[in-house]
Antibody
Framework: EVQLVESGGGLVKPGRSLRLSCTASGFTFGDYEMSWFRQAPGKGLEWVGYIRSKTYGGTTEYAASVKGRFSISRDDSKSIAYLQMNSLKTEDTAVYYC???????????WGQGTLVTVSS | DIQMTQSPSTLSASVGDRVTITCRASQSISSWLAWYQQKPGKAPKLLIQKASSLESGVPSRFSGSGSGTEFTLTISSLQPDDFATYYCQQYNSYWTFGQGTKVEIK
C-alpha cells in the first residue's frame, strides 16, 4: 500500500524557515516524481513545486508565489522528499500536502497533510 | 498560466440525483485533466485522470468527459458518501485547480 506521511509543520514567525519532510513507503520512491501542494484555511488547492526523479535529472520546478524562497530535494535512499521553506510570509499559512505523481502527471497518492502557520 | 473555472461553486442535491459539475480551461489542455474529491479535514482523492479514466476502486457512478477546454464530472446517482468538495485540475502545463464545487445536501 502506498503511504505518504508529511511531518515538520508547526507555528513559525514571519521571515523564519521551516523544513517539511515526506516519508514514502509501499512503492519504489526513486522511480517517481514528487510534488508539493498547499491549501490555505478554507481555500482551494495550490501547486507549490515538484522534483523529477533522478532518471530525469532530479530537477525542480516551482510556482511563482514561492520561487526563490522554497526548495525541494529528495533522498532516494531514505524514500524522503523535503520542502525547505525560507523567508516565510503570513500568506504561506496552509496545510501542505506531499503527492506522488502518476505516470501521466496527475497526483494519484496524497499524504495526510501538515499544517504550517506563519504568525508573529 | 492556465486558469481553471468550475461551476457551480455550490450545488444542493438529494440522494439519488444526477449531478454534473463543469470545468473550463483558459486554453486547450487536450485531455490532461483530473478530478478530485475532498472531504473536510482530509486530503484530496483522485477520482478521474486524463479527463475520463476512472481510478481503480472509484465507483462507476462517477464519470468524466470532455477535451480541449470544456470538461464535466457526472455523478449518476448521488450517494450519502458523495457529499464533498470536488476540484478539477489541469496538468497540461504544471498544475492548476478550479476553485472547487461543494456538493451539499438539499
Amino acid at each position: 500500500e502506498v503511504q505518504l506521511v508529511e511531518s515538520g509543520g508547526g507555528l513559525v514567525k514571519p521571515g523564519r524557515s521551516l523544513r517539511l519532510s515526506c516519508t514514502a513507503s509501499g512503492f519504489t520512491f526513486g522511480d517517481y516524481e514528487m510534488s508539493w501542494f498547499r491549501q490555505a484555511p478554507g481555500k482551494g488547492l495550490e501547486w507549490v513545486g515538484y522534483i523529477r526523479s533522478k532518471t530525469y535529472g532530479g530537477t525542480t520546478e516551482y510556482a511563482a508565489s514561492v520561487k526563490g524562497r522554497f526548495s525541494i530535494s529528495r533522498d532516494d535512499s531514505k524514500s524522503i522528499a523535503y520542502l525547505q521553506m525560507n523567508s516565510l510570509k503570513t500568506e504561506d499559512t496552509a496545510v501542505y500536502y506531499c503527492t506522488r505523481e502518476s505516470g501521466d502527471g496527475s497526483n494519484d497518492n496524497w499524504g495526510q497533510g501538515t499544517l504550517v502557520t506563519v504568525s508573529s | 498560466d492556465i486558469q481553471m473555472t468550475q461551476s457551480p461553486s455550490t450545488l444542493s442535491a438529494s440522494v439519488g440525483d444526477r449531478v454534473t459539475i463543469t470545468c473550463r480551461a483558459s486554453q486547450s489542455i487536450s485531455s490532461w485533466l483530473a478530478w478530485y474529491q475532498q472531504k473536510p479535514g482530509k486530503a484530496p482523492k483522485l477520482l478521474i485522470q486524463k479527463a475520463s479514466s476512472l481510478e481503480s476502486g472509484v465507483p462507476s457512478r462517477f464519470s468524466g468527459s470532455g477535451s480541449g477546454t470544456e470538461f464535466t464530472l457526472t455523478i449518476s446517482s448521488l450517494q450519502p458518501d458523495d457529499f464533498a468538495t470536488y476540484y478539477c485540475q489541469q496538468y497540461n502545463s504544471y498544475w492548476t485547480f478550479g476553485q472547487g464545487t461543494k456538493v451539499e445536501i438539499k
